[in-house]
T-cell receptor, first 114, second 114 residues
Framework: AQSVAQPEDQVNVAEGNPLTVKCTYS??????LFWYVQYPNRGLQFLLK??????LVKGSYGFEAEFNKSQTSFHLKKPSALVSDSALYFC????????????FGKGTKLSVIP | DSGVTQTPKHLITATGQRVTLRCSPR?????VYWYQQSLDQGLQFLIQ???????AKGNILERFSAQQFPDLHSELNLSSLELGDSALYFC?????????????FGSGTQLSVL
């Protein structure tokens, strides 16, 4: 069963403004959580992952994600959005059969407006 | 470039036909995953192989089958195709085949069933 949820289908943000893409999770214990990005006509690319330790995880392209256990959230953030950040963002966790593979959220389309 | 190669990039075929999608993983990666991406279903895990053996099976139809060869490349066979099988099919690879790893995705094969 799906254990990550992305509540927003689309997020619009102005260039230069901070951006947040939301993800919530529902697993017991310490979860493993991932963010991937899909640019148009491309495969998914790894951004970052949380395993344990610091709640703020830094990733590729200036992105970071904050793990919040009390709110069961793992939101993706960036201080200043670029037009080139426009893409489809997926939250994921290893909740599939045998936990050998990632199960992805439905995705959030981020549009950065110039 | 992720190092994962998928061929062909585009495939157009008719209902009832059979097609084969091919994936070459990154050098050194033992595990291959297949995912299907469609607008209505999102990104769905199909099947995973590790070093030639099936490791996990997800939402894969009986009309679909896959295998991983001794040189570690993998093929996904789709038969008796239906209109609803039209989708983007991704292959991904990883070293150990564990859900906590980073996945490297190919650029996908866009299948259109007419």
């Amino acid at each position: 069963a799906q254990s990550v949820a992305q509540p927003e289908d689309q997020v619009n943000v102005a260039e230069g403004n901070p951006l947040t893409v939301k993800c919530t999770y529902s697993v017991s214990g310490n979860p493993y959580l991932f963010w991937y990005v899909q640019y148009p006509n491309r495969g998914l690319q790894f951004l970052l992952k949380y395993i344990t330790g610091d709640n703020l995880v830094k990733g590729s392209y200036g992105f970071e994600a904050e793990f919040n256990k009390s709110q069961t959230s793992f939101h993706l953030k960036k201080p200043s959005a670029l037009v080139s950040d426009s893409a489809l963002y997926f939250c994921a966790d290893p909740s599939g059969a045998g936990s050998y593979q990632l199960t992805f959220g439905k995705g959030t389309k981020l549009s950065v407006i110039p | 470039d992720s190092g994962v190669t998928q061929t062909p990039k585009h495939l157009i075929t008719a209902t009832g036909q059979r097609v084969t999608l091919r994936c070459s993983p990154r050098s050194g990666d033992l595990s291959v995953y297949w995912y299907q991406q469609s607008l209505d279903q999102g990104l769905q895990f199909l099947i995973q192989y590790y070093n030639g053996e099936e490791r996990a099976k997800g939402n894969i139809l009986e009309r679909f089958s896959a295998q991983q060869f001794p040189d570690l490349h993998s093929e996904l066979n789709l038969s008796s195709l239906e209109l609803g099988d039209s989708a983007l099919y991704f292959c991904a690879s990883s070293v150990e085949g564990e859900g906590r790893e980073k996945l490297f995705f190919g650029s996908g094969t866009q299948l259109s069933v007419l």
